[in-house]
C-alpha cells in the first residue's frame, strides 16, 4: 500500500509523544522531520528528559504535554502506562483528541479504559526503534500495522494513517488490523516463537551437546552463533532463500529431524499458550507479578544470565571485534579448552 499523497491530516496538529526510549525517540524524529509539531512528555530531569531536550524537542511533564495535544502517543513500557493513563492522561486529553498506542495490550485486556470523547487508534510499527530511525533517514521506512479502536472524531482512520506515514510506514506498507489481532499475535510469537521459543531452543541444544561431551565453546558456535545467519535469510527471503543458501545435508537434516524436535506435541503446548494469551490469563498473571515487584521475574531472568551458555558466549564474543562498537576494547583472556 503506497503513502497517501494528500496532505497529512496531522499536518496542524500538535503531538504529544510520551516516552524517549527506543521507539519513543524514532517516532518523535520522524514525526518532527516530517514536518509535524511534536512535544515530548517525561518525567522531569531523568536521563531521557536531559537527551530529548539536546536533541531540540520541548520537553515536558507528562500531564502538561498532553494539554492541548491533538495526538497522543503512548510509547512507555506497558506495565506503566494504566497509571500515566489514570495520573496524567485522562484528565487532560482534550474531547476529540486521539491517544495512540504501539502495542493494545492495555486497552485489550482492559487495565485502561478510555474516555469516550477521545479517538483510540494504534500504529505498531514491525522493527525495533533504531530500525524504525535509521530506515527513515535513508528515505524508506518500516511496515506498520494500524487499528482504530474507537472513533469519537469520525477522523480516526485517517489520523492514524497520519502517524504511520509520518514515523514512515508508508514509504514501506500499512497493513490493518484491530487490537485484538495485534495484542494476541504479538504476544504469541514473543512467547512461542521469537523469545520464549527461540531461546529455549539453544537452551536445549547447547545442553545436549556439553552433556553428549562436546566442548562447550564448539556447542555455541553451532547452536547460538550460527542461529543469525539462518535468521538473517529467513528475514531476506523466507524459507525459500534459506533453502538456497545452505548444503544440501543441511537441507536433508532439516527435513527429516526438524519435524522430530519440533513436533505435533509442540504445536498442541503452543496452542495451550495462545489459549492463556486469549483468555486473560497471561495479561492477569503478568500484571499480578508486576504489582507483586516482579519476584518471579527477576529469578527467572536470572537463571538466563547465570546459565553456562552466557558465561561461553561472553568470552566468545570478547574475541570478535566486529560486535564491538567501541573503538577501545580490553583484551580478552584466552580461551581454556574445556575437558
Given at each position: 500500500?503506497?503513502?497517501?499523497?494528500?496532505?497529512?491530516?496531522?499536518?496542524?496538529?500538535?503531538i504529544a509523544?510520551?516516552?524517549?526510549g527506543?521507539q519513543?525517540?524514532?517516532?518523535?524524529?520522524n514525526l518532527?522531520?516530517?514536518?509535524?509539531?511534536?512535544?515530548?512528555?517525561?518525567?522531569?530531569?531523568?536521563?531521557t528528559?536531559?537527551?530529548?531536550r539536546?536533541?531540540?524537542?520541548?520537553?515536558?511533564e507528562?500531564?502538561?504535554?498532553?494539554?492541548g495535544?491533538d495526538?497522543?502517543?503512548?510509547?512507555?513500557?506497558?506495565?506503566v502506562?494504566?497509571?500515566?493513563?489514570t495520573?496524567?492522561i485522562?484528565?487532560?486529553?482534550?474531547?476529540?483528541?486521539?491517544l495512540?498506542?504501539?502495542?493494545?495490550?492495555?486497552?485489550h485486556?482492559?487495565?485502561?479504559?478510555?474516555?469516550?470523547?477521545?479517538?483510540?487508534i494504534?500504529?505498531?510499527?514491525?522493527?525495533?526503534?533504531?530500525?524504525?530511525?535509521t530506515e527513515?533517514?535513508?528515505?524508506?521506512?518500516?511496515?506498520?500495522i494500524?487499528?482504530?479502536?474507537?472513533?469519537?472524531?469520525?477522523?480516526?482512520?485517517?489520523?492514524?494513517?497520519?502517524?504511520?506515514?509520518?514515523?514512515?510506514g508508508?514509504?514501506?506498507m500499512?497493513?490493518k488490523?484491530?487490537?485484538?489481532?495485534?495484542?494476541?499475535?504479538?504476544?504469541?510469537?514473543e512467547?512461542?516463537?521469537?523469545?520464549?521459543?527461540?531461546?529455549?531452543?539453544?537452551?536445549?541444544?547447547?545442553?545436549?551437546?556439553v552433556?553428549?561431551?562436546?566442548?562447550p565453546?564448539?556447542?555455541?558456535?553451532?547452536v547460538?552463533?550460527?542461529?543469525?545467519?539462518?535468521?538473517?535469510?529467513?528475514?531476506?527471503?523466507?524459507?525459500?532463500?534459506m533453502?538456497q543458501?545452505?548444503?544440501?545435508t543441511?537441507?536433508?537434516?532439516?527435513?527429516v529431524?526438524?519435524?522430530?524436535v519440533?513436533?505435533?506435541?509442540?504445536?498442541a503446548?503452543?496452542k495451550?499458550?495462545?489459549?492463556?494469551?486469549?483468555?486473560?490469563?497471561f495479561?492477569?498473571n503478568?500484571?499480578?507479578?508486576?504489582?507483586?515487584?516482579?519476584?518471579?521475574?527477576k529469578?527467572?531472568k536470572?537463571?538466563?544470565?547465570?546459565?553456562?551458555?552466557?558465561q561461553?558466549?561472553?568470552?566468545?564474543?570478547?574475541?570478535?571485534?566486529?560486535?564491538?562498537?567501541?573503538?577501545?576494547?580490553p583484551?580478552?583472556?584466552?580461551?581454556?579448552?574445556?575437558?
Amino acid at each position: 500500500m503506497s503513502a497517501n499523497t494528500n496532505p497529512n491530516p496531522l499536518a496542524k496538529a500538535r503531538i504529544a509523544v510520551l516516552g524517549y526510549g527506543s521507539q519513543g525517540r524514532a517516532h518523535a524524529l520522524n514525526l518532527r522531520d516530517s514536518g509535524l509539531d511534536v512535544v515530548v512528555g517525561l518525567r522531569p530531569n531523568g536521563p531521557t528528559w536531559h537527551k530529548a531536550r539536546a536533541e531540540g524537542f520541548t520537553v515536558a511533564e507528562p500531564g502538561e504535554a498532553v494539554k492541548g495535544a491533538d495526538l497522543v502517543a503512548v510509547l512507555t513500557p506497558d506495565m506503566v502506562q494504566p497509571a500515566l493513563y489514570t495520573e496524567s492522561i485522562e484528565p487532560n486529553i482534550k474531547p476529540g483528541a486521539a491517544l495512540l498506542f504501539a502495542h493494545g495490550f492495555n486497552v485489550h485486556f482492559g487495565q485502561i479504559v478510555p474516555r469516550k470523547d477521545i479517538d483510540v487508534i494504534l500504529v505498531a510499527p514491525k522493527g525495533p526503534g533504531a530500525l524504525v530511525r535509521t530506515e527513515y533517514e535513508r528515505g524508506r521506512g518500516v511496515p506498520c500495522i494500524w487499528a482504530v479502536y474507537q472513533d469519537a472524531s469520525g477522523h480516526a482512520e485517517a489520523i492514524t494513517r497520519g502517524y504511520a506515514d509520518g514515523i514512515g510506514g508508508g514509504r514501506a506498507m500499512i497493513i490493518k488490523t484491530d487490537f485484538k489481532e495485534e495484542t494476541e499475535t504479538d504476544l504469541f510469537g514473543e512467547q512461542a516463537v521469537l523469545c520464549g521459543g527461540a531461546s529455549e531452543l539453544v537452551i536445549a541444544g547447547f545442553e545436549t551437546l556439553v552433556e553428549a561431551g562436546y566442548q562447550p565453546e564448539i556447542a555455541y558456535y553451532e547452536v547460538m552463533h550460527e542461529l543469525k545467519l539462518i535468521v538473517d535469510l529467513f528475514y531476506e527471503g523466507g524459507l525459500t532463500k534459506m533453502l538456497q543458501f545452505v548444503s544440501e545435508t543441511a537441507q536433508y537434516g532439516d527435513y527429516v529431524s526438524g519435524p522430530r524436535v519440533i513436533d505435533a506435541g509442540v504445536k498442541a503446548r503452543m496452542k495451550d499458550v495462545l489459549t492463556d494469551i486469549q483468555d486473560g490469563t497471561f495479561a492477569r498473571n503478568w500484571t499480578a507479578e508486576y504489582k507483586a515487584g516482579l519476584p518471579n521475574y527477576k529469578r527467572l531472568k536470572q537463571a538466563d544470565l547465570d546459565h553456562p551458555i552466557e558465561q561461553v558466549g561472553a568470552r566468545l564474543r570478547a574475541r570478535m571485534p566486529w560486535l564491538q562498537p567501541s573503538a577501545a576494547k580490553p583484551a580478552a583472556e584466552p580461551l581454556k579448552k574445556a575437558g
